[in-house]
């Protein structure tokens, strides 16, 4: 069985939307996140070299390099703007309005995605998302980082809000833009003292408003520059190996509904950023490995719900 049978994944999912694959490009609006306490982030590692923001001078060109690179790399023309950088909707609606607006008038530009906080949505930031949209436009997401539903764990990687916060947070988009814009929450697996059961609980609760359509896995990596490598190097704790990783997403993936889209199942991050886990196995080696782990355990996304 192929794994797009096994697991909802977003490039199953936007095959059936739109017909072909969708690509995301990645940009920004050009401002840094205004929290910047969380101790695992240096922002730079987790963001393209090609990133642009829309509107700055020689944005457009930068943006038509890029597709053309990515068209001749994945062999589509279906675009979807990734706001991937920081917290994207961190500014005045007005100022969002203008970055989201831009690369959505471009040709075969399907789609939004947005990466943000909980904290930075609320009734005017929806608002002018939704008013950057045009005729074209067939998708919108938020990624929205929660990290986990355990507050302890929240607090531990100074978060800056609560579980609850997120909770609010998708009752707000729903009330402002009902099932127009669908949610990812962005979840970290492997925080010190969470556990199978914590994890588990973190997937499930996220995962229970209607407007939650996708998700997001990522393992903790201990980045160079920030207070978690402090924290690490004055007490080292426990980070998951390559094998304990993908036996657990393997695992949670069964607790994930079959019609949620999994965004990402693992993460890269540039090697000179890395303290740890080191784990010296590509991409490519990863989800061979993941494929045989759900192949041998006759794993089926959401097969214990």
């Not at 490519?284 to 355990?297: P, Q, S, T, V, Y």
Request: proline letters at 4%; glycine letters at 6%; hydrophobic letters at 35%.
């Amino acid at each position: 069985m192929k794994l797009e049978e096994r697991i909802y994944t977003f490039n199953r999912y936007s095959k059936e939307t739109f017909g072909k694959r969708a690509v995301r490009i990645s940009m920004s609006i050009g401002k840094p996140c205004p929290w910047g306490g969380c101790i695992y982030c240096n922002d730079t590692s987790f963001v393209p070299d090609t990133v642009f923001v829309p509107g700055e001078e020689g944005w457009h060109g930068k943006f038509e390099n890029v597709k053309k690179r990515m068209e001749r790399r994945y062999g589509s023309n279906i675009w979807l703007a990734y706001f991937q950088s920081g917290t994207s909707t961190c500014e005045s609606p007005e100022y969002i309005k203008s970055k989201f607006k831009l690369p959505l008038l471009s040709e075969n530009v399907k789609g939004l995605i947005i990466s943000t906080r909980p904290d930075y949505i609320d009734e005017a930031r929806i608002n002018a998302i939704l008013e950057s949209l045009n005729e074209n436009t067939k998708e919108v997401w938020i990624e929205l980082g929660l990290q986990s539903t355990n507050d302890k764990s929240l607090k531990f990687i100074n978060r800056g809000h609560t579980a609850e916060t997120y909770f609010k947070a998708l009752d707000e988009i729903y009330k402002t833009a009902g099932e127009r814009i669908k949610v990812a929450p962005h979840l970290i697996l492997g925080i010190p003292d969470e556990n199978f059961e914590t994890m588990k609980e973190s997937v499930t609760q996220s995962l229970s408003h209607k407007i939650v359509k996708g998700v997001k896995f990522h393992h903790l990596q201990v980045h160079r520059g920030t207070k978690l490598e402090k924290i690490y190097s004055e007490t080292p704790f426990k980070l998951f190996t390559a094998e304990e990783y993908i036996e657990t997403v393997a695992e949670l993936l069964r607790y994930v509904p079959s019609n949620v889209v999994m965004h990402r199942l693992f993460t890269t991050s540039p090697g000179e950023y890395i303290i740890g886990p080191k784990w010296g196995i590509s991409t490519a080696e990863m989800m061979e490995k993941f494929n045989k782990i759900i192949e041998d355990k006759n794993i089926m996304q959401g097969d214990m719900l």
